[in-house]
């Protein structure tokens, strides 16, 4: 076998049959869990558990103190912020054994997720969403897409830079930062 492409610290524990792409990087506590599948260019941050054939794009950037459960896809550019965590049942019960019930869920590119959120299963991620702090996702969020709270209601949309959109009466927005332009049509958001 050879050398290896990644950066492990010496107290991360990666089981047998994990695909991880180079120049990620696993820091302290961290387990990667069997037949896992880890793109390039990712860092996951300290105490991070990542359960059996979780698939992560490239350069996902997961903070201190995340769990990621079977079923869990991440595309490309993916933030999940600390102390987030996806479920993988729906009613889970600790005498009842449920693991062939696993239900998916996809984070799509360029999505964030912040700190202390929590993903049910069974409800996707659209791309460049802005899930906030805190907030308890229980529907599938649209692209572009702000939500807050408890459940998760969405407030606004965000660019692909992070910035807030604000539409005028044209229902065209620029992004303040990069000057992308974005066209709001029948509750969807487009970059154009």
Not at 139 to 147: C, E, F, Q
């Amino acid at each position: 076998m050879g050398e290896k492409k990644y950066f492990s610290h010496e107290t991360a524990i990666i089981d047998e049959g994990c695909e991880i792409g180079e120049g990620t990087k696993i820091w302290h506590f961290s387990h990667i869990m069997t037949n896992c599948k880890i793109g390039a260019g990712c860092n996951i941050g300290q105490n991070v558990v990542v359960s059996s054939e979780v698939v992560l794009g490239n350069n996902v950037k997961i903070q201190n103190n995340v769990s990621i459960y079977t079923g869990v896809v991440c595309e490309d550019d993916v933030f999940l912020g600390p102390s987030m965590v996806f479920t993988n049942v729906t009613n889970p019960r600790s005498a009842i054994n449920r693991r062939g019930q696993y239900a998916k869920t996809t984070v799509k590119r360029g999505a964030t997720i912040g700190a202390n959120a929590t993903i049910v299963c069974g409800h996707d991620i659209g791309e460049f969403a802005f899930i906030g702090a805190g907030a308890v996702v229980t529907k599938n969020i649209p692209a572009y897409a702000l939500v807050v709270g408890n459940p998760a209601k969405q407030v606004g949309w965000m660019s692909e830079y992070g910035h807030k959109l604000k539409f005028d009466e044209n229902n065209l927005a620029v992004c303040p930062e990069s000057g992308e332009k974005y066209q709001l049509n029948k509750g969807t958001v487009s970059k154009i």
